[in-house]
C-alpha cells in the first residue's frame, strides 16, 4: 500500500513511505487484537474471572478517566521526543497490561490491570497521529495516511470480532486465555514495527512538556472547535447502543437488522473512507464537509424516529436509507476531524494538539451509551429529535468556531 511523502531526498522518501507501510500493516494488527477482545472481555471479567458486573463498569470508568488525563501530556512527550519512542513504550505497557489480565484475581488486581491497559488508549492515538504528522510533512498527506490506517484498523477489528465469535462459541476458560494470550501478542507485535519505523520529532524546537501542554489547554478557539467536532462522534454510540434498543424495543423489526447495519457501515469504511478525505482538503473544506455530516446524521436520527413500531419490507428499507446517511455522515465526521485537528494545532506542540482531540471525543464516547439508552431506550422518538438537534447544533456552531481559531495562527499546508 503507498503513501505520499513529502521531503527533498528520494532516499529519504523510501525510507519513509517503508516505514508508513509497516506502520499500517501493525496497526491491522493491533486492531485484529482490540477486535477480539472488545467481543469477549465483558463475558471473561464476569464469568470467568467472577468479578460483579457492576463493579466491571466501574473499573472501566476510571481507566477510561485516568486516559482521559494521560491524554494530553502523552501527546506533548511526544512533541519533546521522538514519538516513535513514545510510541513504542506506549505498545510495551499495554502489552504488558493486556498480559496481566490472565493473573487478575479480584478487584484490585482488575483495577490495576485495566487502568494500566485502557488509560493508554488514547494517548496512544494521539502519539500515532503525531508520528504520521512527523514523517508526513504535507497536511492532505497526512489526512490519507491516517484513513489509510483506519481502514487497515476496521479490517483487523472485523477479523478479530469473528475469532472473538469463536471463542464465546466455544466458551471454556482455556479459550478466553489463548485469546488474550494472542491479544498480547499482537501487542508486541505492533511496538515491533514501530520501532522499526523512520524517527523524528514533529517539528520546531524542543521545548518542555509542561509548556506544550499548556499551549494546547490554553488555546480555546482550538478547544471550542474540538467540542464541537466531538459531539459528532456520538455517531458512534448511535450506531453500537441507540439502533439495537430501538429495534429490540420500538419496533417490530428482526434484531439481525442492527447487525447487518454494522456490516454496512465497516464495508462502506473500508471502501470510502479514503476518497472521502478529498472532500476535506483545508480547514475550509473541512468545515463544510462536517457541516453536511452533521446534517446527514441528524437526517438518519430523523429517518429512525419514522419506524417506531414498524415492521415489514417499507420500515427495512428506511433503516437501511438511515444506515447509508449515517455512513455518509461518519465518513465526512471523521475525514474533516483529521483536517481541522491537523490543521489548527501548531506544529510546535502538534502532539499535544492531537491529544486534546482525542481527550474530546473519548469525553463524549464515555457519555454517548448513556446518553442513548436514555433518550432512544426511554423517550423513543422524541430520543431520536434531541440526538438530531445535537448533530444539527453542532454542525451550526462549528463555521463560527473554525473562523475564530483561524484568525490567530498560520495553517498548516
Known sequence: MSTTVVTSDPDTDEVTAGGLRRLLWGRGVSALGDGMWFTIWALYLTRVVGIPAGTVGVGMAVAAAFGLAAAVPLGALADRHDPRRVLVAIAAVRTVGMAGYLLVDGVWSFLVVTVAFVALANGGSAVRTALVAALVRDNGARVRELARQRVAQHVGYAAGAGLGAAVLAVDRPVGYTVAIAVNAVTFAVFGIVAATVPGRRTGGPARPVRANVRAALGDLPYV??????????????????????????????????????????????????????????????????????????????????????????????????????????????????????????????????????????????????????????????????????????????????????????????
Request: aromatic share 6%.
Open 224 to 413: 471550542g472547535v474540538s467540542v464541537a467536532v466531538a459531539l459528532f462522534s456520538l455517531c458512534w454510540a448511535m450506531l453500537s447502543t441507540g439502533l439495537p434498543l430501538w429495534i429490540a424495543e420500538s419496533t417490530r423489526l428482526p434484531l439481525v437488522l442492527s447487525g447487518i447495519v454494522v456490516v454496512i457501515s465497516s464495508v462502506g469504511i473500508a471502501v470510502g473512507q479514503v476518497p472521502a478525505t478529498r472532500l476535506a482538503r483545508t480547514p475550509a473544506s473541512a468545515t463544510r464537509t462536517a457541516v453536511c455530516s452533521g446534517v446527514a446524521l441528524a437526517a438518519s436520527c430523523l429517518l429512525l424516529a419514522t419506524t417506531a413500531g414498524g415492521a415489514g419490507p417499507v420500515a427495512v428499507t428506511v433503516v437501511v436509507v438511515a444506515a447509508l446517511a449515517h455512513l455518509a455522515g461518519e465518513l465526512g465526521y471523521v475525514a474533516s476531524s483529521w483536517t481541522l485537528s491537523l490543521g489548527l494545532a501548531r506544529e510546535r506542540a502538534l502532539g499535544a494538539y492531537q491529544g486534546l482531540a482525542e481527550a474530546a471525543t473519548a469525553t463524549v464516547q464515555i457519555f454517548g451509551p448513556a446518553l442513548f439508552t436514555l433518550a432512544v431506550g426511554t423517550y423513543g422518538t422524541v430520543g431520536w429529535l434531541f440526538v438530531a438537534a445535537i448533530f444539527l447544533i453542532a454542525a451550526a456552531l462549528l463555521p463560527a468556531l473554525v473562523r475564530r481559531a483561524l484568525r490567530d495562527r498560520p495553517v498548516n499546508p
